[in-house]
């Protein structure tokens, strides 16, 4: 994890590295520094903390280059001491890091022996590395020599004090991109680091490195042929980072879902024709079996977009998590096709599996918040989500995007007329709804938030919603929280209930409506305190959240924005820091 931000050029490059910092923030923030150059000598300031942190020491310093970092820590303890940059023996180069030296106490001992270490992280073995063999080579020669060692992820930005006019920057599997502005030049671990001081946008591939100056830069291979740059132009506005009248990017997401349904409906829809590229389509009812791999909330609408291609188009599909497929590989079938879904399209066990089942030539297709992401750019397919910049650590928008654009997905293969898009528009009036009526899910927060437990229970789709109920829950509020089948409670779980333990059911499908309703009853019996989110259809009066009806098989899209919120009170009445939840990252590029 953590983020990266370098500046050369004539816009003061400590405030672009410090507001820069705090954009890419969501990938890391238990510590954070810079380094720049102030009359030819290299200042390094660092905190424990947050970028916020640093505003005091940076006031009123001026700088045509800089480089920072905001942590997530791997090696060593979140302090200052751990904190990037760090320096070389002499001081003579300084780096930031992002990702993890898988074999740097080896190449401690193999190259360094006589050098002081003085932080626990892997990263003063890099740039040590750097001058250990400038001693003898080029910069360039001693950058690619170091790459050749490294085993595992990075992406670096060094400077070096005796030619402060510009950065070397190099990477493989952590992501970097080098901005080109009117001003200068910018290199950030991601896009929005780049809004505001770059229009255009070189994403670097694995194994390349390169020098930035205020007004041309270079990208070489790590034999040091020199490579053409493929430019871009930066597409993210500044007011898709902005939080508006929001107090929290959290709130800002979840208000955003009802006119996101209707954005992705104007992407993927063409009058009543689905508009998904056919080639995909074809290879995809080519297949004997869909593989859907993903971690976290991504996995959860990928349980959501099993339903849709089993039943739609009757094709096997099994969800995978991604950090246990990597390690135990399944029975693959003849024809299988891969998804992956990933709101950064950088999670590094997702990432892992997908480089692997490139190298079997397995078809693939990659459902993703952001298609010029490592994971965008490796895959055959790639479909954009459209959820807008999502900033809050805790997933929404991308959520229910994901569960959308699969479902469009599903209908295109199946080929068969539905009346999806207007159930869809169904889908976006019904959320708007919940919203309105928010104040429910703070009284359920009220309920719940000096308990040590809480329970959700639901079956089929409602049951997976539960996951990501109980997944909201505990990453903001830090409660414990589980989800179970609702079948399930007698067959363990409803030891844990006792006096006054929530149990929360999701209730919006019919075949199973009043099978979770007697499932809760009985943990009621055994004290708990019952809460239960149900359909209009299936509704009784004394439910807590009757939510509007949509067609059966888009419910989870109306059921999770109650969810969403019931997490989001109960983290504020806990005043917990909502949309940078504690040991927490938004793009976890560390396997
Ligand atoms: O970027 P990705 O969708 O690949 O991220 C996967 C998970 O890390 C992510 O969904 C995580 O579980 C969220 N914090 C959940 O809110």
Not at 103 to 129: A, C, H, P, R
Not at 206 to 223: C, L, Q, S, V
Not at 518 to 546: C, H, M, Q
């Amino acid at each position: 994890m953590c983020g990266i931000l370098g500046y050369v050029g004539l816009d003061n490059a400590v405030d672009v590295v410090h507001k820069g910092l705090e954009k890419l923030e969501y990938r890391g923030y238990d510590s954070v520094g810079i380094a720049y150059q102030q009359n030819m000598k290299v200042v390094i300031q660092k905190e424990k903390g947050r970028v916020i942190d640093l505003a005091p020491l940076l006031k009123n310093k001026n700088s045509n280059i800089a480089i920072g970092h905001t942590r997530w820590a791997t090696h060593g303890e979140p302090n200052k001491l751990n904190a990037h940059p760090h320096c070389s023996n002499t001081n003579r180069f300084i780096i930031v890091h992002n990702g993890i030296i898988e074999n740097y106490q080896k190449l401690k001992v193999e190259y360094l022996s006589g050098y002081d270490f003085i932080s626990q992280t892997d990263t003063e073995i890099i740039v040590n590395l750097v001058e250990l063999f400038s001693l003898t080579m080029s910069i360039n020669e001693a950058i690619r020599k170091t790459m050749s060692l490294l085993e595992g992820s990075y992406a670096c930005l060094i400077l070096d004090k005796k030619n402060l006019n510009c950065i070397y920057f190099f990477k493989d599997k952590s992501p970097l991109l080098l901005g080109i502005g009117k001003n200068g030049i910018t290199l950030s671990s991601d896009i929005t680091g780049l809004v505001g001081y770059a229009e255009q946008y070189v994403a670097l591939e694995d194994k390349t490195f390169g020098i930035a100056y205020a007004n041309r830069f270079y990208f070489y291979d790590i034999i040091g042929l020199k490579l053409e740059p493929n430019i871009k132009s930066v597409q993210v506005s500044s007011s898709e980072i902005d939080k508006k009248t929001f107090t929290h990017y959290m709130l800002k997401e979840i208000h955003e879902q009802p006119l996101m349904i209707r954005s992705i409906l104007q992407k993927y829809f063409i009058g009543d024709e689905v508009n998904i590229p056919l080639k995909l389509i074809n290879k995809m009812r080519k297949c004997d079996k869909i593989n859907i791999v993903a971690c976290g909330t991504s996995m959860y609408a990928g349980m959501m977009a099993k339903y849709y291609f089993e039943k739609l188009c009757s094709i096997p599909t099994e969800v995978f998590c991604a950090s246990e497929l990597i390690y135990s590989t399944p029975l693959i079938s003849k024809r299988p096709f891969f998804i992956f879904y990933s709101q950064s399209g950088e999670t590094a066990d997702v990432l892992a599996v997908m480089k692997k089942m490139k190298k079997q030539k397995f078809p693939m297709l990659c459902i993703t918040n952001n298609t010029e992401s490592s994971m965008g750019r490796l895959t055959d397919f790639c479909l954009d989500i459209y959820a807008g910049k999502e900033i809050a650590v805790a997933s929404t928008k991308a959520y229910t995007a994901m569960i959308v654009v699969s479902s469009i997905l599903a209908r295109a293969v199946s080929g068969v007329r539905t009346n999806l898009k207007s159930n869809l528009k169904g889908v976006s009036l019904a959320m708007e709804k919940v919203l309105n009526n928010k104040e429910i899910c703070l009284g359920i927060a009220k309920d719940i938030v000096n308990e040590k437990d809480v329970f959700y229970i639901g079956r089929g789709m409602d049951y997976w919603v539960c996951l990501e109920g109980a997944l909201k829950l505990k990453e903001i509020s830090y409660i414990h929280t589980e989800a179970f089948p609702s079948g399930e409670l007698k067959h363990g779980p409803i030891a844990l209930i006792h006096k006054d333990t929530p149990v929360i059911a999701i209730i919006t499908q019919e075949g199973t409506n009043r099978i979770t309703r007697s499932n809760l009853t009985e943990t009621i019996s055994r004290g708990a305190k019952g809460f239960v989110i149900s359909s209009k259809g299936l509704s009784l009066p004394e439910d807590t959240f009757i939510i509007p009806n949509v067609a059966h098989y888009l419910s989870p899209l109306v059921s999770a924005i109650v969810i969403q919120l019931i997490a989001f009170y109960t983290a504020l009445l806990k005043n917990n820091d909502i949309d940078k939840p504690k040991n927490l990252a938004k793009c976890v590029t560390v396997e």
